[in-house]
């Protein structure tokens, strides 16, 4: 390697150290608050301590967050609530995209540009009226044998999932990466007898890799940070998700330290999922599908 | 909304594609499969779209309705018609003007700039390297961390003897003596533009990331072959094989910054007088706060309609000509 | 098939899968919707508050468990600073519980839109703190176990090196003498700025701390005459006085036009001098600062001090369909052992004097006593009007564009107007 290749690539790295450290210093400020008792990160926070392990250390806010909320009731809800949507939402949006980018379906683009205004629409706006609509849809339960019929979705883990599988955004991002594989993969397998299904699923799908990743990410956020959704329309303890919990820590006298705790708690699914699935950007077009 | 015509296929794969037309107006003729094509098409786009259908577009209806009567959050009087006074009303209400101007404001900056720092952070990130996997994931963080930490300390650090003005003043040796940022109708909206696109850029990373590992690496090694300079590289190869993530990312931010509303309910409540209000802010407002319901309404209808405006526009002004 | 995709695809149908199992248990256990006449079920805001949740839940047991019960009673708890929202979810798909928890000004709204149903309780409510009994239009339609109020603290230190006397219950400061006592506390150089009166607060928090300065100035959020306008009381001679005190005190360099996120901890760290807050507040710093911190009375403004009444609540509501075991039940939790179980936990002021005797705090010569004084003699009710969650958006609205520096009389003509049109619209929120 030359001296120029060399000091750009040190530049580069300097570069991308500088965005790493804006990037990183909240959750650092996270992180080192939520070992601090309260009136120590009020003191901290002005100056450099707030992002430095000094003074008072200890887990004992941690401790506390388990007296105060079922935290990990509500985690496992979350991971089911978000894990179910992710799944479902990458089967029903990718399929419909696919159908959408790679058919010659008629009326589609009617349909498309339908999807696509469906992603103006402000959830906040949304709300209110869903929540009258789901509390008129059919409840069905199997109860053992039999299928018991009531009234309404309020209180359930379905409310919570099934509105929110059909994501305009995913259904555009597919399409969008859909289209940037060549369609000739689809001819080619056409030619082999190969039905529509079986291209979507063995063709398309097993390139659209980062896409997959990149949908599965994006979908699980909002179903990890749902908070207004479901502070209207699920009424039992048992049934919450982690967001709501943070609210446990506003009383009168807020425990900052504990909202830091949580909060930490809280992020690390995420940013685990995140590293799972971020591989898979790897794993690309240029690398495999083409040639393959 | 109009969409644009099916996109090009990768250099490639031009003269394959050659024989099979790009443009399904074309087709007018019932081809072999064409029945089959239609009912697996329609079966793959139902489940969605149904879903869609009856969880957006009908509660969305449902709320567009209530915007031409006189409906309340909580009242025991009957729900009567009221024609157009709503928006009569929102249409003299300059506190919507100012929310209108400040979304454009808003828009204007975080778009543009969004969009290009997230996309050299992609690229920054896209090849591999030690450490790829590091800095992926920190530059991902600001997006998962929960509003109410980011919130609270970038409240602390926009004070006035907060970390900002005290970085501001130690590298400029006491010369610039900072704002009192939040606080200021001058300054308080570049604050939330600032820490809107520190939270939201590693969103948009994602998806130019998506976008980028879509290009073939041949492509490259054909342009280092060439002696291409890495400008070029990035203007004849990367930037072209991004057009379908271009138009992607400027329909989401856009849509995403119009509705502008958790950091300046968390952080401002639209405040200092009005600087940072924006259109849905004042929709929950109305609607949850003041319980008018129908006023709100009214909002959301706008919004709806102007945001529709807007990407049509963008969406005719990017189209690709053939 | 690429090797990855079916491993990711796996993965997620075992995801899948779990939560399947996991949504067997299906419906949450204690949907109100299933409630039957024999098991009712009662909502509070006390999630995430250990200690009133197992003080109310130990309520309800011995109820239950007693031989008296007309009903078995279901706690669920919302977290408070979202409780609301909860509730008008709840209320707009028609699925209230049959007893829920109410903070108090919001009452009248809630009576107007006939969620609640007049109380009619076997208790006597006549010697309660007045702020704690709800009443609209002669009836009585919520009942609070107790109420918070707003006091002053200081370090006793700091005010006698700055020379200011402690201001008393007897005595409370005027308006010369605080503007005094905040010009000396500043020259004392300690803090940036010396009053913290957590002018950050959002929500309810504005004009539950600061309408009592208007009306302590004269003039009020409306004319309490018939509710009907609120011109002339929010935007008369004697409001824009306030506005012009209020925006003064900012101006004068004496508090900031926004305080920190949490004005309790700042003045513990010293970062002011005199802090501005509810009762909630008194155990923390005496915790913290002994016998050096002085609970002194609101400012008297010319009218004399004022504080704002009324807490959390508790109602029935009018589609329970078991009042009569709803009623039953909220009485026998009126016992003055039960009030003070539960205050004694969530720190606010008892009820009565009975409870009171019970808490050690509070009973004659207890460190708290003197909150319940303030409440005594210095609550007022914030307007017992279904406008009044209309009102408050305004005037909290209002309250912070003066302090950004917007006219006074301006401001508050554009709340008064727009309060005045919303009554209007609503029919003068007739019953």
């Known amino acids: 390697m030359n001296n120029q290749l060399l000091l750009r690539s040190a530049g580069t790295m300097l570069v991308r150290i500088l965005f790493a450290v804006v990037a990183a210093f909240p959750i650092v400020f996270m992180l080192i608050s939520s070992l601090k008792p309260d009136q120590q990160i009020f003191g901290d926070m002005s100056s450099v301590a707030a992002f430095l392990p000094i003074g008072n250390i200890s887990f004992d806010n941690y401790a506390a967050v388990f007296d105060r909320v079922p ?212 794993n690309s077009i240029a690398s495999s599908g083409v040639k393959g | 909304m109009t969409l644009s015509p099916l996109p090009t296929r990768p250099p490639e794969a031009i003269a394959a594609a050659a024989k099979q037309s790009s443009s399904p107006t074309r087709h007018r003729r019932p081809r072999p499969g064409f029945l089959r094509e239609q009912i697996s098409g329609w079966g793959m786009i139902a489940p969605a779209a149904v879903l869609l259908l009856l969880f957006v577009f009908l509660p969305a209806i449902l709320g567009f309705g209530l915007a031409f009567t006189n409906a309340r959050l909580i009242s025991p009087r009957p729900v009567e018609f009221v024609g157009t006074d709503n928006f009569a009303r929102l249409f003299t209400d300059p506190t919507f003007w100012r929310a209108l101007l400040n979304v454009t404001y808003f828009a204007v900056v975080v778009v543009p700039v969004q969009s290009a720092l997230a996309l050299a952070m992609a690229l920054l990130i896209n090849k591999k390297f030690r450490g790829v996997n590091f800095f992926r994931t920190i530059y991902f963080l600001p997006v998962v961390t929960s509003m109410v930490v980011v919130s609270l300390l970038w409240m602390f650090m926009y004070r006035r003897e907060g970390l900002i003005n005290q970085l501001l003043s130690t590298f400029s040796f006491g010369l610039i003596q900072g704002a009192d940022w939040l606080n200021d109708p001058a300054t308080a909206m570049p604050a939330i533009i600032a820490l809107s696109i520190w939270q939201a850029a590693g969103f948009h990373m994602i998806i130019w990331l998506a976008g980028l590992q879509s290009i073939s690496g041949e492509l490259y090694e054909a342009a280092q072959l060439d002696g291409a300079s890495r400008w070029h590289q990035f203007r004849y190869v990367t930037w072209p094989g991004l057009k379908h993530t271009r138009s992607l990312v400027l329909v989401t931010i856009t849509i995403q910054a119009l509705g502008l509303f958790d950091q300046v309910s968390v952080m401002t409540q639209g405040g200092p007088l009005d600087s940072t209000t924006t259109i849905i802010y004042e929709a929950v407002r109305s609607g949850f706060k003041q319980q008018e319901t129908s006023y709100a309404s009214a909002i959301s209808l706008v919004f709806f309609v102007l945001v529709l405006l807007v990407s049509a526009v963008q969406r005719y002004l990017t189209r690709e000509k053939d | 098939m690429n090797k990855k995709f079916t491993k990711i695809l796996a993965t997620s149908i075992a995801a899948a899968a779990l939560t399947a199992t996991l949504a067997g248990c299906g419906k949450g256990s204690s949907s109100s919707t299933t409630e ?396």
């Open chain 3, 36 to 431: 039957s006449s024999t098991e009712i079920t009662m909502w509070t805001h006390a999630a995430g508050n250990p200690a009133e949740l197992a003080a109310t839940q130990s309520i309800v047991d011995s109820y239950n468990k007693s031989s008296g019960a007309k009903a078995q009673i279901k706690v669920q708890a919302f977290p408070q600073e979202s409780y609301n929202d909860s509730v008008v979810g709840a209320a707009s798909a028609g699925n209230l519980p049959c007893i829920v928890d109410i903070d108090g000004p919001n009452v009248p709204n809630w009576a107007w839109a006939q969620y609640l149903t007049p109380l009619k309780l076997s208790a006597d409510l006549t010697k309660n703190l007045p702020s704690t009994v709800a009443k609209w239009q002669g009836e009585t339609y919520a009942v609070g176990y107790g109420d918070v109020a707003l006091s002053m603290f200081a370090r006793k230190s700091d005010l006698a090196a700055a020379g200011v006397r402690v201001a008393t219950i007897e005595k409370p400061w005027t308006k010369d003498e605080f503007q005094d006592a905040l010009t000396k506390l500043k020259a004392l150089g300690k803090w940036d700025y010396p009053l913290d009166m957590g002018t950050a607060g959002t929500g309810e928090w504005l004009p539950y701390a600061y309408s009592p300065f208007l009306q302590s100035f004269g003039g009020d959020l409306i004319d309490r005459k018939d509710y009907q306008s609120a011109d002339g009381a929010l935007n008369g001679d004697k409001a824009v006085e306030w506005a012009k005190w209020f925006r003064g005190l900012a101006d004068q360099g004496f508090m900031a036009t926004k305080s920190g996120k949490d004005s309790t901890q700042d003045f513990l760290n010293n970062k002011s001098g005199l802090l501005y807050t509810g009762s909630w507040a008194g155990d923390k710093t005496r915790e913290a600062l002994g016998d050096d911190l002085a609970v002194m009375p609101s400012v008297d403004l010319g009218k004399g001090p004022k504080i704002g009444g009324a807490s959390w609540q508790w109602g029935v509501t009018s589609g329970c369909n078991n009042t009569d075991a709803a009623m039953d039940y909220l009485s026998y939790s009126l016992k003055p052992e039960n009030v003070a179980s539960v205050i004694k936990a969530t720190g606010g002021i008892p009820a009565t004097d009975e409870a009171a005797a019970l808490i050690p705090a509070f009973a004659e010569g207890g460190a708290n006593r003197v909150f319940m004084e303030f409440s005594r003699n210095y609550a007022v009710m914030r307007p017992e009007t279904p406008a009044y969650p209309f009102i408050a958006t305004e005037f909290g609205k209002a309250t912070q564009d003066i302090l950004a520096g917007a006219d006074p009389q301006g401001a508050l003509d554009k709340a008064a107007k727009a309060i005045d049109a919303n009554i209007k619209s609503n029919g003068g929120y007739q019953k």
């Open chain 1, 71 to 282: 935290a990990a009731r509500f985690m496992i809800n979350s991971i089911g609530v978000s894990a179910v949507t992710v799944v479902l939402g990458i089967f029903i949006n990718s399929l419909c995209a696919f159908a959408l980018s790679r058919m010659e379906v008629r009326g589609k683009r009617i349909v498309f540009s339908a999807i696509l205004a469906t992603l103006i629409v402000p959830f906040q706006t949304l709300a209110l009226p869903l929540v009258w609509w789901v509390n008129q849809l059919p409840y069905f339960e199997l109860d053992g044998f039999s299928l018991e019929f009531s009234k309404g979705w309020l209180d359930t883990y379905q409310v919570q999932i099934i509105p929110f599988l059909a994501n305009a955004f995913s259904i555009y991002l597919y399409h969008q990466y859909f289209e940037s594989i060549p369609k000739e993969l689809d001819e080619a397998a056409r030619i082999d007898g190969a039905g529509w299904f079986k291209i979507y699923r063995q063709v398309v799908m097993p390139l659209a890799g980062p896409a997959t990743a990149t949908v599965a990410i994006l979908t699980f956020l909002p179903a990890w940070n749902s908070y207004l959704w479901p502070l209207m329309v699920v009424q039992s303890e048992e049934l919450r998700p982690v967001m709501i919990g943070i609210q446990y820590f506003f009383q009168l006298n807020v425990s900052w330290g504990e909202v830091m705790a949580y909060a930490s708690l809280i992020t690390v699914p995420v940013v685990i999922l995140f590293i799972a699935f971020q591989k898979s950007f790897i």
